[in-house]
């Protein structure tokens, strides 16, 4: 019985982990979407390939495996960057 439990506690440890994951990378894609590369100007960090888009979006990443909210990671940027940051 301990074994069954044991097992049951592995996979649901396992798939919410899955879950966090997938939702964490949807969350991720949509910031990158969101926010405007400070390089480009006119382009979102999603479509751009300046370095400091790239260094935007670990930071972002960074930020989401932290545990922090899509807000949160708007909010530290913003208060970094400026308003000039918010793509949409």
Do not use: W
């Amino acid at each position: 019985m301990y074994k069954c439990l044991l097992i049951f506690l592995v996979l649901f440890s396992s798939i919410s982990a899955i879950s966090k994951e997938k939702n964490d990378s949807l969350v991720a894609k949509e910031l990158f979407e969101e926010l405007r590369c400070l390089v480009c100007q006119n382009q979102s960090i999603s479509e751009s390939d300046a370095p400091l888009a790239k260094d935007l979006k670990l930071i972002i990443i960074e930020q989401l495996n932290e545990g922090k909210t899509k807000t949160e990671v708007k909010s530290f940027l913003v208060n970094k960057y400026g308003e000039f940051i918010l793509f949409k």
